[in-house]
């Protein structure tokens, strides 16, 4: 039983800092590359950006620059550290591996920023 549990969502104001947190259980280790992921209504799903388990990370071009991931292996945790948020960046935040496992998918956290 794999379960990622987002967290760390709100609501924001343009230009502000949100950092968000996935817990990962059930038989996801540090070795895996793990990755964020994104929803608006209406819109696709995005990739965010990922790391790898030995910390090399890549990002959307549209985050660049404003968002950092990072991993701590010893808590099966990824962050998603975000800053200059936009109005384009409010959307639904979801973790996953990457490529994205179909039945991984959690909740998500909201993350909504002032229009």
């Known amino acids: 039983q794999v379960q990622l549990v987002e967290s760390g969502g709100g609501l924001v104001q343009a230009g502000g800092s949100l950092r968000l947190s996935c817990a990962a259980s059930?038989?996801?280790?540090?070795?895996?590359?793990m990755a964020w992921y994104r929803r608006s209504p209406g819109k696709q799903r995005e990739l965010v950006g990922f790391?790898?388990?030995?910390?090399?990370?890549n990002y959307a071009d549209s985050v660049k620059g404003r968002f950092t991931i990072s991993r701590d292996n010893t808590k099966n945790t990824v962050y998603l550290q975000m800053h200059s948020l936009k109005s384009e960046d409010t959307a639904v935040y979801y973790c996953?591996?990457?490529?994205?496992?179909?039945?991984?998918w959690g909740q998500g956290t909201q993350v909504t920023v002032s229009s």
């Open positions: 059930g038989g996801i280790f540090w070795i895996y590359t």
């Open positions: 790391i790898t388990n030995g910390g090399t990370t």
């Open positions: 996953n591996l990457h490529p994205a496992v179909g039945t991984y």
